[in-house]
């Protein structure tokens, strides 16, 4: 089957390329390469589009979409995009992949949402030699899986102390308790830097609780916490399972500040736990209320554009793509080796993250802003 969908579009390809000869003369950079000098890529996506993190895969798919407009507006190179569902789940996540990695017309891949999938997908794309940018995974070690894997999300490894310094300093904290998903890449990771950082700082830990995915009742873990009357709460959780747990843990009476990582900074959270939300901190790389032209522009055209205001997957997700575009710009040719040698090369790109570079490893270096939910919604915590 495969022989001959290959030898179908190859016919199909030689075809094109000699209507595009008739069309447009020359072409001696292959059909990546137009004939004004721009290239034209296809890049697969690989979102959690349904289940019950997909707003995590809405905010990024959202971003993607409005930066293509943006990118393919200004024509200096053309992107298509291809995308995919993964549901949240490993399994599913790596059939996509494998579906968009065997289309030789796709040069790059921009996921998958969580890190738990991109255990899966970023070694089968390195395998296959095709550059992939994770937008949202923030696990230790997603950029070490191989040189054809980047990320531009803020690790937890960076998040986390950031957000727990500045609670411990306003909260005069000693104590802490932990909870967190333990069957989650992203929510272990999240867990293994509150537990160093805790210990570095010299805080006492009372104790660590777990749960797992889709978990609804969480009164046992609650209540041991709550006896033991703890300073600070540090969470390592998806928004969904998240804001559950502030919901229980305020309804038993706990009111003291929850810490949490990535996962928790999603309006999704203040959605679903409402009042019960409040005295969240987070550390984020965006900040939608920050003075600066370029962030203020994309706040208005994602509101103009969706009807609501983007989060932090959004902004990552839209720098993403200029960050892909402007690989594929210095590549010359829509050709995955050599996308992926001039992503390594890029440095200082504007994006309203900041200015954007990956460090020898495709890992980002970023200076996180440290929020808290308050008065229903995320605000600056100084
Ligand atoms: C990860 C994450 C999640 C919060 C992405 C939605 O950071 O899985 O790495």
Redesign the pocket.
């Known amino acids: 089957m495969r022989k001959i969908a290959k030898k179908t579009s190859l016919l199909i390809s030689v075809f094109m390329l000699i209507l595009l000869a008739a069309c447009s003369g020359t072409n001696s950079e292959g059909d990546s390469t137009n004939a004004d000098g721009t290239v034209s890529a296809k890049i697969g996506v690989i979102s959690?589009l349904t289940g019950p993190?997909a707003a995590?895969g809405e905010a990024i798919t959202n971003g993607f979409n409005l930066a293509l407009d943006e990118i393919n507006e200004k024509g200096d190179v053309k992107i298509e995009l291809v995308i995919e569902d993964s549901a949240g789940k490993q399994e599913q996540a790596l059939t996509v992949a494998q579906k968009l990695m065997s289309d030789d017309d796709i040069v790059a891949l921009l996921g998958p949402?969580?890190?738990?999938e991109m255990n899966v997908v970023g070694p089968e794309a390195d395998l296959n030699g095709i550059p992939i940018l994770g937008t949202?995974?923030?696990?230790a070690g997603i950029p070490q899986i191989g040189d054809y894997v980047f990320r531009n999300?803020l690790p937890e490894s960076l998040a986390i102390p950031a957000a727990l310094e500045k609670a411990v300093a306003a909260n005069d904290a000693k104590t802490v308790a932990i909870l967190y998903g333990n069957d989650d890449?992203?929510t272990k990771s999240g867990y293994d830097t509150m537990k160093k950082e805790a210990e570095n700082m010299g805080l006492d830990i009372l104790t660590i609780e777990t749960f797992q995915k889709g978990q609804s009742d969480y009164n046992a873990q609650l209540t041991k916490i709550k006896d033991l009357n703890p300073d600070l709460i540090l969470a390592s959780a998806?928004y969904n399972e998240g804001a559950v747990i502030m919901d229980q843990a305020r309804k038993m009476g706990i009111d003291v500040p929850f810490v949490g990582g990535?996962?928790f900074n999603s309006p999704q959270v203040i959605e679903i736990a409402g009042d019960a939300s409040e005295g969240l901190i987070v550390a984020t790389p965006w900040f939608g209320e920050k003075d600066e032209p370029k962030v203020q522009e994309f706040v208005k055209k994602y509101e103009e554009k969706y009807g609501a205001k983007p989060d932090q997957?959004a902004a990552q997700a839209y720098d993403a793509l200029y960050i892909m575009a402007e690989g594929l710009k210095n590549a010359g040719e829509a050709d995955r080796d050599a996308l992926r040698d001039s992503l390594a090369e890029i440095k200082d790109l504007d994006g309203v993250l900041g200015k954007f570079s990956f460090d020898e490893e495709g890992d980002v270096v970023m200076e996180p802003t440290v929020l808290i939910i308050k008065e229903g919604k995320f605000q600056l915590f100084e």
């Open positions: 959690y993190g995590y949402t969580l890190s738990t949202s995974t923030t696990a999300s890449l992203f998806l990535n996962g997957f």
